[in-house]
């Protein structure tokens, strides 16, 4: 088993910042990739960002340019720096792990993000 927990959330203005934080522990051997997606009210579940193993990076069209995903190996943390927030990215935000082959994804709990003035 693999235990995600995120963590960073909260409350910021248009424009703002925000760096969410996950932590990976357990069983951490053959981690894959580890990301974040997203969920909005009456959405439906959103890749934002994810990177490998091998630190191969995919984001969203949404937010190219304005977040960046990196990762600590030795922390097993997974990072999503997020600049010029707007409205539209309030959302749940997930922490998702992927491990071994087939793969298995372990998710977090989810971190509130609400951008408002």
């Known amino acids: 088993q693999v235990q995600v927990v995120e963590s960073g959330g909260g409350l910021v203005q248009p424009g703002g910042s925000l760096r969410l934080s996950c932590a990976a522990s357990g069983s951490i051997s053959s981690i894959n990739s580890m990301g974040w997606h997203r969920q909005a009210p009456g959405k439906q579940r959103e890749l934002v960002a994810s990177?490998?193993?091998?630190?191969?990076?995919n984001y969203a069209d949404s937010v190219k340019g304005r977040f960046t995903i990196s990762r600590d190996n030795a922390k097993n943390t997974v990072y999503l720096q997020m600049n010029s927030l707007k409205p539209e990215d309030t959302a749940v935000y997930y922490c998702?792990?992927?491990?071994?082959?087939?793969?298995?994804?372990?998710w977090g709990q989810g971190t509130q993000v609400t951008v408002s003035s």
């Open positions: 990177i490998t193993s091998r630190d191969n990076k």
């Open positions: 998702n792990v992927n491990r071994g082959w087939p793969p298995i994804s372990y």
